[in-house]
């Protein structure tokens, strides 16, 4: 891990200058984080007052997360080679921008394209927050400083659906205008407050034919599998996806020839790594449907105002804020294959009694109880997940490690909002026709507990090195760092090893 300028490096928790530093990058990644769920809340709103149909509705989740995702490593290093400060800072800006763009959009495609501008911001700032923290407090506080921001921004995550559901009562626009005046205090902060630090020894060329390569070849593949939704696999549509898949397939020659690749292709040789990355594919997936889809249940089926809609995954937040490191400390006791499994099917479990949430819906039976019991299988297995990511990864690829799970995780996110609505039958406007609307819902929640089940399959027969032995300040690092993990695992490798 690298450090701020000599000198610099020394923040420490009780000063005045640790907390403005903390308060900047939680503030930061909270933007990017809730802007990747709070959204979904108003869905339903922008679709009527922008006369868009469900594609639209898929785009304005979908651009947001195919530019995030194509570029966060991107952002990562950036950053480290002109100035995490810098480089965050210019996120913050450029996510202020896009969400002024989108508050004020005329229309579905003006909107949609504000969104992947927003994904852009998101790219840049994300890697940053936690790098900061890692690059500028003293090891001894380093620990502290980033279960704090942790515990911060899970706290965040908890109240952003509910702030978003009353932003939405007023006006769906709201929930993107507000970003700003918070973006102008981050700024403010940063500029005055947080340390200037980068990689010295950051080498070799930008991988901007990979980077090009990953966000046209995602970008086709959505576009191809959402237009699926209202005509069907016709030519047009093969040939976009396929253009798409040739662009991956190019990514990953450009990416085993390159001399500083994107993603290191050697790290997949691991089998454990690939495992538990395909593992995170399945899972996040399934938590992509269900994020968008029951809160749209819940509004069009169910009849729920948007802040009650928004509210109702919020005890998926608080389990696991309460109990992911306990699952991190089980997983480093009696390895992570087993939470591995487990978890999983627990979700899978919660997701088909949330399958039944129809016009009737009650809160306590209907709607509580499964997402309990959802939640509490995620908690169950994010954390022994991505410390298992890490776990098999050299030291020295620790952060690219981290930072391709969190890019898988986003991925499957992405594909799966675009491919299983296809699939389960919703599109066109049917999220305006409760009775349509009703039995795709139920179709594709059984396809996202089949992936869930998937995944937990290839856990139990994939994962099966215990996590490595680590010294007691080590351990007790790792189990500070409480992060919800909904949106995406951890971006960093600061949960490893304070140093």
């Known amino acids: 891990m690298t450090t701020a300028a ?7 928790m009780g000063s005045a200058r640790g907390r403005w530093v903390l308060l900047t990058t939680v503030l930061g990644s909270g933007l990017a984080m809730l802007d990747a769920t709070v959204v979904n809340v108003a869905l339903g709103r922008i679709g009527e007052d922008l006369d868009a149909g469900f594609a639209g509705l898929q785009w304005t989740i979908n651009a947001y997360t195919l530019t995030l995702a194509a570029l966060i490593l991107l952002g990562g290093s950036l950053g480290d080679r002109f100035g995490r400060r810098r480089i ?11 969400s002024l763009l989108c508050g004020i959009a005329p229309d579905i495609d003006t909107l949609i394209a504000a969104r992947g501008l927003q994904g852009v911001g998101g790219a840049l700032l994300t890697p940053g927050s936690l790098a900061i923290i890692a690059a500028s407090f003293h090891a001894e506080d380093r620990s502290a400083a980033v279960g704090a921001w942790s515990g911060l921004g899970g706290i965040a995550a908890a109240i952003g659906p509910l702030v978003g559901g009353w932003l939405v009562e007023w006006h769906w626009r709201l929930v ?6 918070v973006a102008v205090v981050i700024v403010a902060v940063a500029a005055k407050h947080v340390p200037e630090s980068r ?7 930008l991988d901007v ?13 959505t576009f191809g599998l959402t237009r699926a939704g209202d005509d069907g696999f016709s030519a047009p549509v093969l040939t976009i996806v396929g253009a798409g898949l040739a662009a991956l397939v190019a990514f990953v020659v450009v990416e085993a020839r390159s001399r500083s690749p994107l993603v290191p292709l050697e790290l997949f040789r691991n089998a454990q790594f690939s495992a538990a990355n395909v593992v995170t594919f399945l899972v996040y997936a399934a938590l992509g449907v269900i994020f968008v889809l029951l809160v749209l249940q819940l509004q069009v089926v169910a009849g729920w105002s948007p802040i009650l809609a928004g509210s109702a995954m919020l005890p998926v937040t608080l389990i696991m804020l309460a109990f992911s490191s ?10 992570p294959r087993l939470p591995m499994t487990l978890g999983p099917l627990l979700s899978a479990g919660g997701i088909l009694w949330l399958s039944t949430v129809g016009a009737d819906a009650s809160y306590g039976v209907d709607v509580l109880a499964p997402v309990v019991l959802f939640g509490s299988g995620l908690a169950l297995m994010v954390a022994p997940l991505t410390a298992t990511v890490l776990d098999s990864a050299e030291d020295r690829h620790a952060g690219i490690a981290s930072g391709v799970n969190n890019a898988v995780a986003r991925t499957a996110g992405l594909l799966a909002v675009a491919v299983v609505p296809v699939a389960a039958g919703i599109a066109g406007a049917d999220y305006t026709d409760p009775v349509a609307f009703d039995d795709g819902y139920g179709t594709a929640m059984v396809i996202s507990a089949g992936l869930m089940v998937a995944g937990a399959a290839l856990a139990a027969l994939f994962i099966r090195k215990p996590l490595a032995a680590e010294e007691d300040d080590q351990r007790v690092h790792v189990e500070s760092c409480t992060h919800c993990g909904v949106s995406g695992p951890q971006l960093h490798p600061s949960c490893r090893s304070p140093e």
Do not use: K
Not at 6 to 12: D, K, M, P
Not at 199 to 205: F, I, N
């Open 88 to 98: 965050f800072v210019i996120g913050v800006v450029w996510f202020a921008l896009a």
């Open 176 to 181: 993107f205008l507000v970003n700003v005046p």
């Open 199 to 205: 990689d010295p020894d950051a080498a070799g060329r």
């Open 6 to 12: 000599a000198g610099e490096a020394a923040l420490r």
């Open 209 to 221: 034919l990979g980077t090009a390569l990953a966000a046209g070849g995602l970008g086709a593949l």
């Open 326 to 335: 306990r699952a991190g400390a089980l997983a480093q006791r009696i390895g």
